[in-house]
Every structure is written in structure tokens, then in C-alpha cells.
């Protein structure tokens, strides 16, 4: 049906598609030059951290690829991304792989991905957007052409969002089928694959996944600094008993994680959780020391409000969440690693306050890191924010718990939460390995009930409809608002805007949310200059 609908709507619109080459031999060792050249440049070749880094890509590009489905445990910054690559080249080369995806879970760590894979994997003469495809909502495209060549998943390699990967296996509309023939054959990197979706959509993806595997020719890599067997759970067992084997030797994975283990200090391994009675005593603490501070709240309100409280007594702030448009989040980024680029100087002590969009993939390494206590994957994988290069010998990540009226809670958090409580008053976390401490947090989760199998249930009563519904990563409950006057003002006068300009230059609001702010209802609501700045975004009004 995919091929009938994709012929249909090709053939509609004139259609004659140029579709690079796949050359994956050659860019297997475009890759390994990359990787060498990297080496070169970092000043210091022979350092632990590189040697290690080296070693792991090295490990990876000659691994045997004779398993169908694989994780990859690394530790966070290692260079997952393109130590993975390596291997998924060579068995798409040896296996004759129609193309590679790289699916990852946040939009923003998106554009860093395609732009390190187009310096890696580009050959000679070649245009990099076509043959490495960005398909996610904020894509910007020169032509037709490329946007065509994402969003029907015909360039050789294709780097996309959760939402688009999962929901297209899931839809029952024709716009998204037309590219589902494009998957069989095909290798999947799933990147950070521990936050790509939420705990009760996880049952029909894996079955969706060792299908994929078992009876349409994919092979797979499970990618996460804090990876965890879910497929060991009884629950998962039961949808699928496919085997999931390890990327790396067991030696190596040990290496690797001894290396990160004496990079940063954890508190949360002995037990030394603070608490702290209001905002006021959270700022004192966060303050006494000198440098880069990086701290994570559990919502968009309570970083935001942290944020404004620090600023108004003076601090030097930076805030950075959904609550800020794409433009304005690419602002304060730009401003955190000018900051933090030791060439800068920037020698004052500074805090960027934040939710969990900062956890995964953004290559920042700050001084000192703190967190609202939430879940032992995100306090995890928040460690490779901080000291990332070893560039501290005194840095730490210290997660709080924190009761003031003014801050926001997310009910969606209480059972990782509660779990992660329990792990470290067992005191255990320092004797188990990442992967393991996390396999045992996740199952604790499931048991608490955080599990759901109403997907797979329509699924095989055939009620695709249904399966489509009950499968979306992202609620249905939210409403494009505009937020930047310039571009209202265009939109006033009548000028033609793009979707990637509205996109940039608006946030995505709950219905409640814009009940609270008295928007007026239209097609497209937009915030007025004293709803919105780029320092709190759509949170400047509600605080």
C-alpha cells in the first residue's frame, strides 16, 4: 500500500527524483579520515580521554555485523555518534542496506547530528543536504527537491525525530504511509534511546521494531549514554523474546564506564540529597560557588521562576526551555557556548537555569551542575553537561529536592521520581553499572504501573485507526501561538511567511495555558510584547 500511495502521489505531481548514491565503502573511510583529523585537531592525541575515544571508534568500525539488533552502552561523550555510524556503515556496505536512519528524540540535538554527519559523510562533488536528509517540523530547504527527498525518506541517509519515525510506523493516513516502503532494508540508529519515548508507548514500539527486524530485513542499534534492557522485562518478553546483543565486549564497556566514573562527583551515589525549605536557600547554595553553573528544574514555570528570582537579585542568568521560541532558544545556545569556550575568558560567575531540553546531546561542559531530583536516567545523562572534557578537577552534580509554593509540578514525574528516591536509600547505586542501575530503575517503574499495551491490543484486532490515535508522542492539546511581533506584523500586513519562519518564531501552548493568558480564540493566537520577552518567553505573564 505504501509504494501504490507513494507511486500515486509521485506520479500526481510530475515527480522525477535524484537520488544520490548510497557509496557507503566510501564513506566509511571519509568517516575514518574525519575521525583522524578530529584526532589532530584536539591538540592532545595522546590523552586518556582521546586514547579512549579512539579506541571506542576503533572498536565499533571493526565490530562483526552479523547481529540484527544491538545497544551500544557508552558513556556520554564518547562519540556515540559517529563510532555508531561507523559500524552501521559498514554492515549497510556488507549487507547492502537501502539506507540509514538516525532517529533521535529532541529537535534541537537534530541540526548538531546532520551537521557533524555532513562534514563526515559527504563525498567530493556531492550536495551534503541530499545525502544527508534533515526530516523533522523545523527543517529549512532550498528546494523542492530536498524537501522531498526528507520527507518521503529517499536520501541515503535521513536523520529525523521520534515523532516522525514512530508515528509514520503508526499512522493510517496516506501523506505518512507513502514513505513506510522505504524502511524495509534499511539501518536504524536509535540515538539517547532511553528518552524517544514515554514509558506507555515503549510496548508497541518494540513490537514494531522486531518486526521490522525479524521479518523486514532492518538492523538496529540502541544508542544511550544510559541505555537500560527493557527488552528483559517480562512485559517486553511476552511481545517479542527477540534477542538484543551488546555492541560492545564487556572489557571495553568497563573501561569506558571507569573513565567516566571518576570524571564528576554524584551525590546521589552516597546518599547526600539536600533539601531546601524555599527559593531563597536554593539560591544561596547554588551561588557559593565561583564559575559556570548549570541547573536543571523539573518544569517550564519553576525554571523560569528560579531564572527571574536569580536575575532580580542581581545575578548573571541565562534560561533556556520550551517556554522561549526556536529562535530565542538558538540565541541563549549560541550564548552558552560562547561562554563556556575557553578562548571567551568569560572568567564570572554564571548560571543557566533550564528543564531537560538541555539533558541530551547539546555539547556543553560546565563548572558545576545541580538538579531538581526527577529520575535517575535524566540526573545521569545531565553528568555529560558537566566537566565533559575533564576540564575541572572539582565539578560535581548535585540533585536537590526543593518545596516552594511558586514552583510547578509535573504529576508525569512522580513515579521515576519515587524510584529514584528508593535507589538511593538502598544505598546500591554506587555498586551497579550505569546500564544495570538503570534496567533496575526501569523495572521498578513498570511494576508501579507506568506500563500500557492498549496499542498493541488495537493492533491486533486490526483497528489501525485506533492504533494511530492512541499512538502520539506529542498531546493533541496544543495550539501554535506567535510570539514574535516582527513576524505578526508581517503576517498583518498580508506578507507570505514560510512554515519554518512561523515555526521559529512562535511557541506551542496547552489550551489551559492560553485560558490562563486570555488569549483570544483564532486560527492562529498570537502573545502580545508583555505576554512574551526572550529572557522568560510566554512565561513573563503567567509569573
Known amino acids: 500500500m505504501s509504494c501504490l500511495v507513494d507511486a500515486d502521489y509521485s506520479d500526481t505531481a510530475g515527480e522525477q527524483l535524484h537520488c544520490p548514491k548510497t557509496c557507503w565503502a566510501e564513506r566509511l573511510k571519509k568517516l575514518d579520515c574525519y575521525i583522524q583529523d578530529l584526532q589532530i585537531d584536539s591538540g592532545n592525541p595522546q590523552s586518556e580521554r582521546n586514547q579512549l575515544r579512539s579506541e571506542f571508534y576503533d572498536y565499533c568500525r571493526n565490530a562483526a555485523t552479523e547481529k540484527p539488533l544491538e545497544y551500544c ?57 541530499e545525502v544527508v536528509a534533515e526530516h523533522h517540523h523545523q527543517a529549512d530547504f532550498e528546494s523542492i527537491e530536498l524537501r522531498q527527498l526528507a520527507s518521503t525518506w529517499t536520501a541515503p541517509i535521513i536523520v529525523t525525530t521520534a515523532v516522525q519515525f514512530f508515528e509514520t510506523i503508526a499512522s493510517n493516513f496516506p501523506s505518512k504511509l507513502r514513505k513506510l516502503h522505504q524502511l524495509p532494508g534499511s539501518g536504524i540508529i536509535i540515538d539517547e534511546s532511553h528518552a524517544v519515548l514515554p514509558l506507555n508507548l515503549m510496548l508497541p514500539a518494540w513490537n514494531w521494531i522486531t518486526e521490522l527486524t525479524n521479518k523486514w530485513g532492518c538492523r538496529f542499534c540502541l544508542c544511550s549514554g544510559t541505555s537500560f534492557k527493557f527488552w528483559e522485562n517480562e512485559a517486553f518478553i511476552k511481545i517479542s523474546n527477540t534477542k538484543v546483543y551488546p555492541l560492545l565486549k564487556y572489557e571495553l564497556s568497563q573501561k569506558l564506564e571507569q573513565y567516566e566514573s571518576n570524571r564528576i562527583s554524584l551525590n546521589a551515589l552516597t546518599k547526600d540529597v539536600p533539601h531546601f525549605k524555599d527559593i531563597s536557600e536554593l539560591i544561596n547554595f547554588l551561588t557559593k560557588d565561583h564559575g559556570s553553573r548549570l541547573v536543571v528544574m523539573n518544569t517550564v514555570r519553576s525554571a523560569a521562576f528560579l531564572a527571574m528570582t536569580l536575575r532580580n537579585s542581581g545575578h548573571d542568568v541565562l534560561h533556556l526551555s520550551t517556554a522561549l521560541t526556536p529562535s530565542d532558544r538558538e540565541v541563549v545556545i549560541n550564548e552558552v557556548r560562547r561562554r563556556l569556550n575557553p578562548t571567551t575568558n568569560y572568567n564570572t560567575g554564571w548560571t543557566l537555569v533550564a528543564t531537560s531540553c538541555v539533558e541530551c546531546g547539546l555539547d556543553f561542559s560546565f563548572h558545576y551542575g545541580f538538579c531538581e531530583l526527577r529520575s535517575l536516567q535524566s540526573y545521569l545523562q545531565l553528568g555529560g553537561r558537566i566537566s565533559r572534557n575533564r576540564e575541572y578537577d572539582d565539578s560535581s552534580l548535585i540533585c536537590f529536592t526543593i518545596q516552594d509554593d511558586s ?62 490515535k492512541g499512538f502520539r508522542l506529542i498531546p493533541d492539546d496544543t495550539v501554535t501561538v506567535i510570539a514574535d511581533p516582527d513576524l505578526l506584523a508581517k503576517l498583518s500586513a498580508g506578507a507570505v511567511i514560510s512554515a519554518r519562519e512561523l515555526q521559529r518564531g512562535s511557541v506551542n501552548l496547552r489550551k489551559s495555558v492560553i485560558k490562563q493568558l486570555h488569549l483570544q480564540e483564532s486560527e492562529l493566537p498570537s502573545l502580545t510584547i508583555g505576554q512574551y520577552d526572550s529572557f522568560l518567553g510566554y512565561m513573563k505573564r503567567l509569573l
Open 73 to 129: 552502552d557508552s558513556p556520554v561523550g564518547t562519540g556515540k555518534t559517529t563510532a555508531v555510524m561507523a559500524h552501521m556503515l559498514k554492515s549497510a556496505a556488507k549487507n547492502g542496506l537501502r539506507h540509514i536512519f538516525v532517529v533521535l528524540p529532541y529537535t534541537n540535538i537534530i541540526c548538531q547530528t546532520v551537521e557533524i554527519l555532513r562534514k563526515a559523510l559527504v563525498l567530493d562533488g556531492e550536495n551534503p543536504a
Open 407 to 468: 514552583l510547578g509540578f509535573n504529576p508525569a514525574f512522580e513515579i521515576p521520581r519515587n524510584v529514584f528516591k528508593k535507589l538511593i536509600r538502598s544505598g546500591r547505586l554506587s555498586t551497579l553499572t550505569i546500564t544495570n542501575a538503570v534496567s533496575k530503575g526501569f523495572n521498578m517503574e513498570c511494576k508501579m504501573g507506568g506500563l500500557s499495551d492498549n496499542v498493541c491490543k488495537r493492533e491486533r484486532r486490526n483497528a489501525f485507526v485506533d492504533v494511530a
